[in-house]
């Protein structure tokens, strides 16, 4: 099978050896490759934080606790595709508390194939919260840039007596000519008259 992409990087949660074992064996390669394979919250959070990885699957109970609130407050806080995989009797209770935040519920034993189509569909929501984040880092620092260049704007119209329309051209001509970004200007405007 050729890919155009890097394989998913896959985080496997167990609390059993058997289970890890299991789950990973489960994920077809190339298409996804086990990033690692921990039994604990606490060791999951350490190589979470040690690597970049695009689906955390959590095989319940985990060696530390039980695990569906870990899985849930990883898909609330983050961008991974989250996957909780619990016992039959606690699929419903489980499944409505994770609704909302985006965690894909299994139940065990899992029916062939089910693992491969949810590990796909968790892929499918990491990328889509990834495009989201950036756009919304986008737009945060878009926001932050037109925030520094209204107040360089309203310092020239204060300190220099400009209209509006003259400290934006001034600002714009200074960039030009400076070959700067009208934020690198700003902010030596602010600098140089803020405490004048």
């Not at 289970?19 to 064996?25: E, H, I, K, V």
């Not at 060791?43 to 934080?49: T, Y």
Request: hydrophobic share 40%; net charge negative; charged share 25%.
């Amino acid at each position: 099978m050729m890919l155009d992409r890097e394989p998913r990087q896959v985080l496997v949660v167990s609390g059993s050896e058997k289970g890890s074992n299991y789950l990973a064996s489960a994920l077809p390669s190339p298409v996804f490759e086990v990033y690692g394979s921990v039994n604990g919250v606490a060791e999951a959070k350490r190589k979470l934080d040690a690597g970049d990885c695009d689906v955390v699957v959590v095989n319940t109970p985990l060696k530390d606790e039980f695990g569906a609130d870990f899985a849930i407050r990883l898909a609330e806080e983050a961008s991974y595709g989250v996957i909780l995989i619990v016992k039959n009797e606690v699929y419903d209770p489980i499944c409505y508390k994770a609704e909302g935040s985006g965690t894909i519920v299994l139940s065990k034993p899992l029916p062939g194939g089910a693992l491969v189509q949810a590990v796909h569909i968790a892929a499918a929501v990491h990328d889509r919260l990834a495009r989201a984040e950036k756009k919304t880092e986008s737009i945060l620092k878009r926001m932050e840039e037109i925030r520094i260049v209204n107040h360089a704007k309203w310092i020239l119209i204060s300190k220099l007596g400009m209209d509006e329309e003259s400290a934006h051209r001034f600002i714009e001509k200074q960039a030009m000519d400076l070959r700067q970004t009208r934020t690198e200007v700003s902010q030596f405007l602010i600098r140089t008259y803020e405490n004048q």
